[in-house]
């Protein structure tokens, strides 16, 4: 019996592509199929909409059984049926349901308030898992029932007998919060988590080593997409979702449209990391996104940039835990004393030190801190 291939048109990031899956026994063919890769969103293999893909993969599959496949929404799909035991009389679908009906009704309110206010993807998703595993714990108990006392216990018990982090304690909190005060209206119903030790002290990478991992790194896309990342403090989602409007060189700022914030934010744009900016520009000549992939018209992936910061710092022996936003915040302690010396709060406009939303005003008199590198340099 042949071998069955199907395929389908789908839309992934806006771009039509040619959408293709396979049985286990020709998984050797992929290597022939030069570009295709994984999309977990349509759960499919995936090449570019041209004629040339179109030549690639029936050269590839020809004496297989081909089929076509109508597109289909990967919103719209219907989940797969939860199969109920393989033993006993119980038949698929039977399993016992995770929540009581009281809580099942409260976890919809919880879910639906997150969208009317406009939480991004991200925190809706944390926020939903944080309390879903609460209302699990709690079994039949009522969650609206529960008193500020029976929550700090609970708290007490997530880290003495579950042994959790300080930062999954502050995340369900966070949820717990948003339920008590956002959907039931108890304002001040939530007391603040009791003190701990407090995060680690970042480790500070010294200025040589922070120009010796900018000059080893021979690529000029990757060089310039590193530097962007490091030095405005970029989360990897962040920088690879740049597009070129986002680049404002005439004020020196760039504007991070993904932030978790509902209406972005400004960071600051140093004169060094413009001039790799323009010379990358010239060479690769991006049409929207700023940094794109191998696929025209696709950002560059968060699994490829997370791969070469790793390669980044091991050139130079920095911590493995490194991250973007570490090695950001490392820089402007050393520098210009971000943490210690300057006023965070008249920089930023806020009467918060946890927020971390300057204006674009604010910006234009803090310097960098690659450009106080580079100067002290001569670079």
Known sequence: ??????????????????????????????????????????????LS????????????????????????????????????????NKTAGSRKPLYSENNQAELQRFKALLIVKGYAAGSQRTYKNEFGIFLRQI????VQDMTAGRLDAYFDYCRKQLSLSQNSIQSRFNALKFYYEQVLGKKGFMRDLPATSGLPIPRVPSEEKILKR???????????????????????????????????????????ATAGAKTGRWETLSAFTLELLRAYFLQYRPQHWLFE??????????????QLFRQAYKLTG????????????????????????????????????KSSRPNKKSLQVVESPLDTIARKNNL
């Open 214 to 256: 900018l000059q080893l790194i021979a690529n000029c896309k990757h060089k310039a997409l590193l530097t962007v990342a490091c030095t405005a403090g970029l989360k990897v989602n962040e920088v690879v979702q740049l597009k070129i409007s986002d680049v404002h060189s005439d004020r020196m700022q760039l504007f991070i």
């Open 49 to 88: 909409y041209t004629r040339d893909s179109y030549q690639l993969l029936k050269k590839t599959f020809g004496d297989c059984t081909l089929q076509v496949k109508q597109s289909q929404d990967p919103a719209a799909r219907p989940k797969q049926a939860v199969l109920g035991p393989l033993t006993g």
């Open 139 to 142: 079994k039949k108990v009522a």
């Open 1 to 46: 019996m042949k071998p069955v291939v199907i395929f389908r048109k789908i839309k992934l990031q806006g771009v039509y592509r040619i959408g293709f899956s396979f049985n286990a026994s020709i998984l050797n063919r992929r290597a022939r199929l030069i570009g295709a890769r994984w999309t977990s969103v349509h759960q499919c293999w995936q």
């Open 318 to 353: 920095m911590p493995k835990n490194l991250g973007f936003y570490d090695l950001h915040r490392a820089a402007r302690i050393s520098e210009n004393g971000f943490c210690t010396g300057v006023d965070h709060q008249a920089i930023h406009q806020h009467n918060s030190t």
């Open 293 to 306: 992939g191998p696929t025209p018209g696709c950002c560059y992936s968060i699994r490829s940039t997370q």
